[in-house]
C-alpha cells in the first residue's frame, strides 16, 4: 500500500486465501485491504489519535436514501446527542479529488445537514465548514480537533 500524507499507525493486518484484510476499530472486524479502505483506516486513526474523536461517535458506511437509491457515507462523525457533525469521503490515493467527489459528499450532505465535510485521498485532504444561514461553505485549513467541534 501507498504511504500517506497521514501518520503512520500500528494496524492490524492479516492475510486469507491471499487477500489482505485490515481490522477496522470502528466496525470491529477484519475488512478487505482495499486502497481506499487504506485511506480510510488511516484518517480513522487520525481522527482519534491526533485530533481526539472518539472512536464511539464515528460510523463507518453510513446508509442514506437520494433519488429512491441507497448510497453510503465513508464515515460520519456524531455528536454524543446522535447529530451529525462531520461527513468524511475517502477515495485511494491514486483517484484525484475532483469536482465529482466534492459533488458526492454535498449530496451526501443534503441528507446529513453535517457542519464539516472533508474530502481525502489520503494525500490531499480538503476541508469546508457549511455556514447553512448563508447557504454557503468555506474553505479551512484543517478540520477541527473534536472539542472545538
Known amino acids: 500500500m501507498d504511504n500517506l500524507n497521514l501518520p503512520t499507525y500500528d494496524y492490524k493486518v492479516k492475510s486469507e486465501k491471499d487477500k489482505l484484510f485490515i481490522l477496522d476499530l470502528i466496525r ?18 487520525f481522527l482519534i489519535v491526533q485530533k481526539g474523536y472518539s472512536p464511539n461517535l464515528i460510523a463507518v458506511e453510513t446508509s442514506l436514501q437520494y433519488l429512491n437509491q441507497t ?5 460520519v462523525v456524531f455528536s454524543s446527542e446522535g447529530v451529525p457533525l462531520v461527513i ?10 475532483s469536482q465529482k467527489v466534492f459533488d458526492q459528499i454535498a449530496t451526501y450532505n443534503l ?16 476541508c469546508c465548514v457549511m455556514d447553512y444561514s448563508n447557504k454557503s461553505y468555506k474553505f479551512i485549513s484543517e478540520l477541527p480537533e473534536f472539542k472545538d467541534l
Open 71 to 75: 448510497r453510503r457515507a465513508d464515515m
Open 28 to 45: 470491529k472486524k477484519y475488512v478487505v485491504l482495499t486502497p481506499e479502505e487504506w485511506v480510510r483506516q488511516h484518517f480513522i486513526s
Open 88 to 97: 468524511i469521503e475517502c477515495k485511494a490515493s491514486s483517484i484525484k479529488t
Open 111 to 126: 441528507h446529513f445537514k453535517a457542519k464539516y465535510l472533508v474530502v481525502t485521498n489520503g494525500m490531499e485532504h480538503y
